[in-house]
């Protein structure tokens, strides 16, 4: 009965900014790892951003330090990712996930996902 369920997905032009949010039911990350994958045409499942259980730990991926910020609302259930200075490499359908545990980069270690959000960005 866990469900995770990503918003905020669309199309922008390079340089622009999104904030993709996940609501979580059934379910609490409060001593969880949460994180965002993304997933292009052709491509794997890239981890782009995860976040510790209190908030204050954070890793990204190379291709988006700087421009992403992950975060989380334990309190709602809800973990975020403000996207800018976005760039036409950045789209892909974006994926939350809740890993079930201590933090990990590989996408076959998280145990929830949620359907996506498209995100376009255009030159």
């Known amino acids: 009965q866990v469900q995770l369920v990503e918003s905020g997905g669309g199309s922008v032009q390079a340089g622009g900014s999104l904030r993709l949010s996940c609501a979580a039911s059934?379910?609490?990350?409060?001593?969880?790892?949460m994180g965002w994958f993304r997933q292009a045409p052709g491509k794997g499942r890239e981890g782009v951003a995860r976040i510790w259980p209190g908030g204050g730990d954070t890793g990204y991926a190379d291709s988006v330090k700087g421009r992403f910020t992950i975060s989380q609302d334990k309190d709602k259930n809800m973990v975020y990712l403000q996207m800018n200075a976005l760039k036409p490499e950045d789209t892909a359908m974006y994926y939350c996930?809740?890993?079930?545990?201590?933090?990990?980069?590989?996408?076959?270690?998280?145990?929830?996902w949620g359907q996506g959000t498209q995100v376009t960005v255009s030159s």
């Open positions: 059934g379910y609490s990350f409060s001593n969880d790892c």
């Open positions: 996930a809740a890993r079930g545990g201590y933090c990990s980069t590989v996408a076959a270690a998280y145990k929830f």
